[in-house]
């Protein structure tokens, strides 16, 4: 098997990625089929993924966070899902998204209100931009907020909302000023607790991701303090938007790369347990053949992968780079781990064994944080 050890790693985040890999093996994988049957983790795991060091790592420590920078995120996000923590555990959306929002757009006092709670797990942050009838085109959403005395009303419908259920805060994407189109799209920081007209709906059955709870949340006339628009500007909601889902792209392709190398391990175990026709599943010509394209594509990811984090660290990862990583390498991984399902025979199908909820969450990658389709069409753009 190939190091798996990225180049822009050293001796410290060695030990973080140890630590974290022991802490989901000890404290998630226990209990991922009750969090799975229930459509949530517990709330308190969240307090203890904060006393381990696990959320806000590339949080300013005087915001309560760690202090280290993207390389810490990639390092715990990488852990998690190789040391098959699944994906019950919201912690991409929390840490890696909406903390870097608050961090990036804030103002000093929404840091400071905000960022401190949200490191130790107190506040639960969720990102609301989709809406019934606007996906990937943000500049379709419907939400309104309108000033009303010395507030914004909020008025309007999100859905498929990645811990919606438990979010103390949500980041809203609301439009301010609806004549101007994408300049007229505001970030809203909704305090849900004690907050008249928000509702929570149906926590959604999905294919996959049974245990993370998502969500659909309603706003009937909100009234949030002017201080939560995200910066304190209205009209910047888009250009927030825009430049963060880069990121938000890249957290994908580095929990996919942790994906294959674990579907990989757990099939190659399975196979050399299995006996076929008298001999190991192993031994069989095929196996060893698909085991190789997978193992193949698997080097190819986390190359790739290894190449895009030390772009970004440098500030260097455009917005096509994101695209372009994003879709190949969703496409790869799910390729990889059919494959890797497929060699399970009718173990695979169950739920039971872990290559099918992998099966399902890597179908996932291939839609979240934009299609593959709408990747392609933002790459594409260049050409005239």
Wanted: some cysteine; hydrophobic content about 40%.
């Amino acid at each position: 098997m190939f190091d798996h050890r990225f180049s822009w790693m050293d001796d410290e985040l060695d030990m973080l990625s140890d630590a974290m890999r022991g802490f989901v093996e000890k404290e998630m994988n226990p209990h991922e089929a009750r969090w799975q049957a229930q459509g949530h983790v517990d709330r308190d795991f969240w307090l203890k993924a904060g006393e381990v060091g696990m959320l806000c790592a590339s949080i300013p420590e005087e915001y309560g966070g760690h202090g280290g920078d993207f390389r810490h995120e990639a390092a715990i996000t990488y852990a998690q899902y190789s040391g098959r923590g699944h994906s019950s555990f919201g912690l991409g959306v929390h840490a890696q998204i909406c903390a870097w929002y608050i961090l990036e757009f804030g103002t000093e006092d929404q840091k400071k209100r905000w960022l401190p709670k949200m490191a130790t797990g107190e506040l639960v942050c969720a990102i609301a931009m989709t809406e019934p009838g606007a996906g990937s085109d943000l500049q379709a959403i419907r939400t309104r907020a309108r000033m009303d005395g010395n507030a914004y009303v909020v008025d309007g419908a999100k859905t498929y909302i990645s811990n919606g259920q438990q979010a103390d805060l949500v980041i809203t994407a609301v439009k301010t000023d609806p004549s101007q189109g994408a300049r007229g799209v505001s970030l809203m920081v909704v305090e849900t607790a004690d907050a008249p007209g928000f509702r929570r709906g149906r926590n959604l059955d999905k294919l996959g991701l049974k245990g993370q709870d998502t969500s659909e949340l309603f706003f009937d006339g909100v009234r949030v303090p002017p201080e939560n628009l995200l910066g304190g500007v209205e009209g910047q909601g888009f250009r927030q938007l825009m430049k963060n889902l880069a990121q938000e792209r890249l957290v994908i392709c580095v929990t996919a790369a942790a994906m294959v190398r674990k579907a990989l391990e757990t099939t190659i175990a399975f196979a050399g347990d299995r006996t076929i026709f008298g001999a190991r599943l192993l031994d069989k010509q095929n196996t060893r053949f698909r085991l190789a394209e997978v193992e193949s594509t698997a080097r190819a990811i986390h190359a790739y992968v290894d190449d895009l984090v030390a772009k970004h660290l440098r500030g260097e990862l455009s917005s096509v780079d994101a695209a372009m990583a994003k879709w190949w390498i969703a496409e790869q991984t799910f390729e990889a781990v059919n494959k890797c399902l497929q060699l399970h025979g009718g173990a695979g199908y169950m739920a039971e064994y872990d290559i099918s909820s992998m099966f399902t969450e890597a179908r996932l990658y291939q839609i979240a944080g934009g299609s593959a389709e709408t990747m392609k069409d933002l790459i594409a753009r260049r050409y005239g």
